[in-house]
């Protein structure tokens, strides 16, 4: 199967502004965030990719438009990509948040956490896997399971993405960090996925693309894990 590149959007006008934006229109890149979606494109000059998938909110699409550009890609969108939808917490400051009841389910049991005439963790779980691992397949049909592609989205989607593909349920998925413009990688097989990365926000990322078939016999069945840990690219 194909290797996915989970990338979060760059900062945007409402990280660190101590509100939680959701799906509130008109949120943008700001100076930062269009300063790291411009290095995207060196940062990733060594990773073919064979497709951009990305949420459909601006933020997203405002990150991935450089590479796409640089790639000569169009974006795919996937409404099943975008954030989670927070309902009544939508628009509201955090400091407000913190006293509400759900708040402790949030941290605490996040798979029971339906926000107000919004969605529920769990489900955002369920359509983000099934986007992620329908595009996998598509692309590994259409380019062969050496290809990569990338996959833009939102802190909570993407957590609960790596999370699945770390085999940890969903309540531990408050564990994982998935900063502005990080990068994380999965590549998924036939029996498990392989992380291979994490909220990287700046190392080489060369090494994330599969390297050419060893000789019959001389390597593991695909999705099959080395004892003792993989050696790496062969010398």
Not at 7 to 29: D, F, I, Q, Y
Request: proline letters at 7%.
């Amino acid at each position: 199967m194909a290797t996915v590149v989970l990338l979060r959007h760059a900062r945007s006008t409402a990280n660190g502004s101590g509100v939680l934006a959701g799906r509130s229109p008109g949120v943008e890149l700001d100076e930062t965030g269009r300063t790291q979606a411009d290095a995207l494109v060196d940062r990733l000059a060594q990773v073919p990719l064979a497709a951009i998938v990305s949420s459909p909110l601006l933020r997203c699409e405002q990150t991935v438009t450089p590479l796409a550009q640089a790639r000569e890609l169009a974006p795919v969108t996937e409404d099943s990509l975008s954030e989670v939808d927070y309902g009544e917490w939508t628009g509201r400051e955090l400091k407000t948040l913190f006293k509400e009841k759900l708040w402790s389910v949030v941290q605490q049991h996040p798979s029971a956490a339906v926000f107000p005439a919004g969605e529920g963790l769990a489900n955002v779980q369920t359509r983000a896997v099934a986007a992620v691992r329908a595009h996998d397949a598509r692309i590994t049909a259409e380019h062969g399971p050496r290809a990569v592609w990338l996959l833009c989205s939102h802190g909570d989607v993407l957590k609960a993405i790596i999370a699945d593909a770390l085999g940890q349920h969903l309540d531990s998925f408050q564990r994982i960090v998935v900063n502005p413009a990080s990068v994380s990688v999965v590549q998924y097989t036939d029996t498990r996925p392989f992380v291979l990365r994490v909220n990287d926000t700046g190392g080489e990322l060369a090494s994330i693309v599969p390297p050419e078939p060893e000789p019959a016999g001389d390597e593991p069945p695909a999705g099959d894990a080395v004892p003792g840990g993989a050696t790496g690219r062969s010398a």
